[in-house]
């Protein structure tokens, strides 16, 4: 089932962590979406970062079971 789609600062929120601890978690394979931000001509190329909740407790969730296997 997927989840909630969250900006970067929401998704912080809700996990109870700062910003920089979100881009730490892309580094190492956080899942996300490139959307095109509204209002930007399409040739300007800028994106803005979306994350599925569903997806991020999936990958902690993951990342947690690695992490106890070592």
């Not at 892309?26 to 800028?46: D, H, T």
């Not at 997806?55 to 992490?67: F, G, H, Q, T």
């Amino acid at each position: 089932m997927p989840g909630v789609q969250v900006s970067k600062s929401d998704l912080a929120h809700i996990f109870g962590v700062d910003q920089p601890t979100i881009d730490h978690w892309i580094q190492r394979g956080l899942p996300y979406i490139r959307k095109r931000l509204a209002g930007i001509p399409v040739a300007n190329n800028e994106r803005e970062l979306v994350f599925d909740t569903a997806d991020v407790i999936n990958w902690r969730l993951s990342i947690s079971n690695l992490e106890q296997e070592w």
